[in-house]
């Protein structure tokens, strides 16, 4: 079955960059995109940014400067890289597949904190 | 980039009651192919959002026919009969029509 694992350090530095792992399986990365959305806590859900099959991305115009998605498809894992981290990043972020067009399938979460 | 407006911010319901949430487009989520990618999610408490409706009226595998997804263009509704305890949480709306996509920002549907 579909399954998602979001993976990473739960505890980044301020200015430093943050890199998750989303791991996948029951599904190929050519045939489902993948996006990142993130949760700060007690707020709302923020669409970060999506990898389509082909490997094309796009970003949310908020965090676009700051944030890369790749993939590794031998491996089923898609990355995210987000420099310049502050306290304001603090969320739990999710990986999703697609269903139709948004996020159909999502993983449990990672909960990152930004503090020194 | 699109904003997505819901009303209400919080919903006091009564077990078995409807429930009804509005999510407003700032522009039209018909797409250049003629499908409208609005979109529906619950969070429940602790839990990671789930996929209720896609493309503003399809059920996702599993969901009750007691939630039901309508609108068109900027004005979409979800409505909730006969509101159970499982059904409470935060209610989210998405589109995926424009690039980048974006959420409402959640409407929480809780006991009076």
């Known amino acids: 079955q579909v399954q998602l694992k979001e993976s990473g350090p739960g505890l980044v530095q301020p200015s430093q960059t943050l890199s998750l792992t989303c791991t996948v399986s029951?599904?190929?990365?050519?045939?489902?995109?993948v996006s990142w959305v993130r949760q700060p806590p007690g707020k709302g859900l923020e669409w970060m940014g999506v990898i389509w099959t082909g490997g094309s991305t796009a970003y949310n115009s908020l965090l676009k400067s700051r944030l890369s998605i790749s993939r590794d498809i031998s491996k089923s894992q898609v990355f995210l890289k987000m420099n310049s981290l502050q306290t304001e990043d603090t969320a739990t972020y999710y990986c999703a597949r697609d269903y139709y067009s948004g996020p159909g399938y999502w993983g449990q979460g990672v909960m990152v904190t930004v503090s020194s | 980039d699109v904003v997505l407006t819901q009303t209400p911010v919080a919903q006091p319901v009564t077990l078995g009651d409807q429930a009804s949430i509005s999510c407003r487009s700032s522009?039209?989520?018909?797409?250049?192919?003629?499908?409208?990618?609005l979109e529906w999610y619950l969070q429940k408490p602790g839990q990671s959002p789930q996929l209720l409706i896609y493309k503003v009226s399809n059920r996702f595998s599993g969901v009750p026919d007691r939630f039901i997804g309508s609108g068109s263009g900027s004005d979409f509704t979800l409505k909730i009969s006969r509101v159970e305890p499982e059904d409470l949480g935060v209610y989210y709306c998405?589109?995926?029509?424009?690039?980048?996509?974006?959420f409402g920002a959640g409407t929480k549907l809780e006991l009076k």
């Open positions: 998405f589109q995926a029509t424009h690039d980048p996509y974006t």
């Open positions: 522009q039209s989520l018909v797409h250049s192919n003629g499908n409208t990618y």
């Open positions: 029951g599904f190929s990365l050519t045939s489902y995109h």
